[in-house]
């Protein structure tokens, strides 16, 4: 039996990239210590604050829900609301919509439930056949901001908390250093700015490894479900996700290496691109230009239909 680094329990866990076997007890605290020192490094509470929590129903959004209520959910001052978007994927959320619904209803958390359909009047189903050379995550990524924007918003959240772990931000990362988008690695969350219109992200889990969420999420019987989204498989994104995968498990810490050498360098690309002054889209979302992205697709998809 391997011994726990920390103590003489069973260990249930090596963390690779620091040499540490850690027992439930001590992982557990191991990710929350991580969480809580990214929360207070991201917000600064000085009144009243509503936190909109995105909800897919995965794990890592159940891990950041459930974590934020842990940290904050005695304070006064503090009140969190869950958002679930249900992007019209036949059989797809009939698996995720309960477990979100499950975790904030043990909670005692207000869900709300936005749908494409409400707000963009289609279902990702009815856009995919007539997307052309984009893939269903160009559209789908999008929408789903415009949807938890608008909902952070209509309920007068402060922030809106996402689900995006270690892995996330690292793909993140090097994807817009491949495209040479240093425009948009810039504006990469969490957000220190608020825009008008705007809802700033919060991201509890952003130095949190992906498999490290999942057992979290295991170890403490959290309501997740592990459905794949049926399209997930066409997203670019997954070319990043084997390269670094590959590189961590030759070079255990790479992950943590690429998103630590972001964070020195953000001071210089947010002075070399400030944000923008931003203005309305006729949807009333906000836009850095005369129409927003939601919009311009939407039209590219009725042209498509010969609407």
Not at 44 to 50: F, Y
Not at 110 to 130: A, M, Q, R, S
Not at 158 to 172: E, R
Not at 184 to 207: D, N, S, Y
Request: glycine share 10%; aromatic share 6%; proline share 5%.
């Amino acid at each position: 039996m391997v011994k726990c680094s920390k103590c003489l329990s069973e260990a249930i866990t090596y963390i690779r990239y620091n040499g540490t076997h850690l027992c439930h007890s001590h992982f557990n605290e191991y990710v929350e210590r991580r969480v809580k020192k990214d929360i207070r490094g991201q917000l600064d509470i000085k009144g009243p604050l509503k936190i909109a929590v995105g909800t897919s129903g995965g794990k890592d959004s159940a891990v950041t829900l459930e974590l934020l209520v842990k940290i904050l959910g005695e304070r006064r001052d503090v009140n969190i609301e869950a958002i679930t978007v249900d992007e019209g994927i036949k059989g797809y959320r009939a698996g995720t919509l309960p477990s979100a619904k499950a975790q904030a209803a043990r909670l005692g958390i207000t869900h709300h439930v936005i749908t494409f359909n409400e707000v963009i009047g289609t279902d990702l189903d009815d856009v995919v056949p007539f997307s052309g050379d984009r893939t269903a995550c160009s559209y789908c990524g999008v929408f789903r901001r415009r949807c938890l924007n608008q909902k952070a918003r209509d309920i007068g959240a402060g922030v809106l908390a996402t689900g995006h772990n270690l892995d996330d931000t690292a793909q993140s990362v090097l994807m817009n250093f491949m495209r040479g988008d240093v425009e948009r690695l810039a504006r990469l969350g969490p957000h220190t700015k608020v825009q008008p219109g705007l809802v700033p992200r919060l991201e509890p889990l952003r130095m949190v490894p992906e498999g490290e969420s999942m057992l979290y999420a295991i170890l403490n019987d959290l309501e997740f479900s592990d459905d794949e989204c049926p399209y997930a498989t066409e997203a670019l994104r997954n070319e990043f996700r084997e390269t670094i995968d590959s590189m961590e498990s030759r070079h255990p810490g790479t992950k943590h290496s690429i998103v630590s050498s972001y964070d020195q360098i953000r001071p210089c690309l947010s002075s070399s691109f400030p944000p923008g002054k931003l203005d309305l889209c006729g949807c009333g979302e906000p836009t850095s230009k005369g129409k927003c992205m939601g919009c311009e697709l939407l039209e590219e998809i009725k042209e498509r239909k010969g609407i």
